[in-house]
């Protein structure tokens, strides 16, 4: 548990608060909670008994030890996030008479372009699994469903059997800060999910009332660690470790759709971001099809092509 001193029921309030009035995820929860303790704990080692005295001098400073620490500018970010939440909230609560975060510039992000496997490279890893098996009839049907709708972890180990509509070609996602959406699913992926239900998940489960799609050994919900465990292990089969984990599918899924010709909007519905900016990443990664498509599709593009072919 924290120390916190004297801030333990502003703390406590704030996540109660992201907590039950807006939903915010467990995972974002955890991250929260421990920069925020590290804020406080500092402040507090600084005499600041309320946190309206804390002033800009004392938040940069804040901000200068986590560089001495070898924070990235990501990492100060994240930080930043957290305590203008919190100074937020305070301010809206009337606990605060001024918000001296809301002056601290966010550090320019640094965004590094997500990996994405080839098609050619998925077939490689899918071909590794034994389908034999129960369990490999259970991976490959995860493999696809990760591939075919850019499922997050989170999301993927947390289906239920009821959230599979296969007649319509869709499944029922509930995704960061408890949202949930509909994703349409591909005729692969519906197919190997039905042999799983057929001839494996029978083999897996170990209580009849447990709803959970996709369960190990023992008839529990996989872990993120065991789907880490299940990906890695066919990626060294595969020759690919070196660039495959869980996520990848995800990126591989966005990337494979932009360069299909899909609109950036329904690629951002489809993923779940809550912005467009986030989607925005994966316009990055291959420059050679934004070329292609500005030549094909605008018009003064489309003269000097068509002057060039004339020449």
């Not at 197919?191 to 009332?209: A, C, F």
């Not at 919900?221 to 495959?244: P, T």
């Not at 925005?280 to 420059?287: E, G, S």
């Not at 498509?293 to 004339?310: D, E, G, I, N, T």
């Amino acid at each position: 548990m924290p120390k916190l001193n004297h801030f333990n029921e502003e703390y406590k309030n704030y996540f109660n608060y992201l907590k039950l009035e807006k939903g915010v995820a467990k995972n974002t929860l955890e991250a929260y909670k421990h920069n925020l303790t590290l804020y406080l704990n500092y402040i507090a080692e600084n005499e600041i008994k309320y946190i309206s005295d804390v002033d800009l001098d004392l938040l940069n400073n804040f901000l200068l030890e986590l560089t001495n620490l070898g924070l990235s500018e990501n990492s100060k970010n994240r930080y930043l996030s957290a305590i203008r939440g919190f100074h937020k909230y305070l301010l809206d609560e009337e606990l605060i008479a001024k918000d001296v975060a809301s002056l601290v510039e966010l550090p320019k992000l640094t965004r590094k372009i997500p990996d994405a496997l080839s098609v050619e490279e998925i077939d490689k890893l899918v071909f590794q699994i034994d389908t034999i098996t129960s369990t490999g009839i259970r991976d490959r049907a995860i493999v696809e469903v990760l591939y075919s709708c850019g499922l997050r972890v989170s999301e993927l180990i947390n289906l239920t059997t009821r959230d599979i509509i296969a007649d319509a070609e869709m499944i029922k996602v509930l995704g960061k800060g408890n949202k949930e959406r509909l994703v349409p699913i591909g005729n692969i992926a519906i197919n190997w999910i039905e042999q799983y239900l057929r001839d494996s998940r029978g083999q897996l489960v170990k209580d009849i009332n447990e709803n959970i799609l996709f369960l190990n050994s023992k008839g529990k919900k996989l872990s993120r660690m065991g789907i880490w465990w299940i990906i890695d292990n066919y990626a060294k089969q595969s020759n690919l470790a070196n660039k495959v984990y869980p996520h990848i599918f995800r990126h591989s899924f966005a990337t494979h759709l932009l360069e299909g010709g899909a609109d950036l909007r329904v690629v951002q519905e489809l993923l779940g971001h809550s912005s467009i900016n986030t989607t925005q990443i994966y316009t990055h990664i291959d420059k050679s099809y934004l070329k292609e498509v500005h030549r094909s599709f605008h018009p003064r593009a489309k003269l000097v092509a068509k002057k060039q072919s004339l020449e």
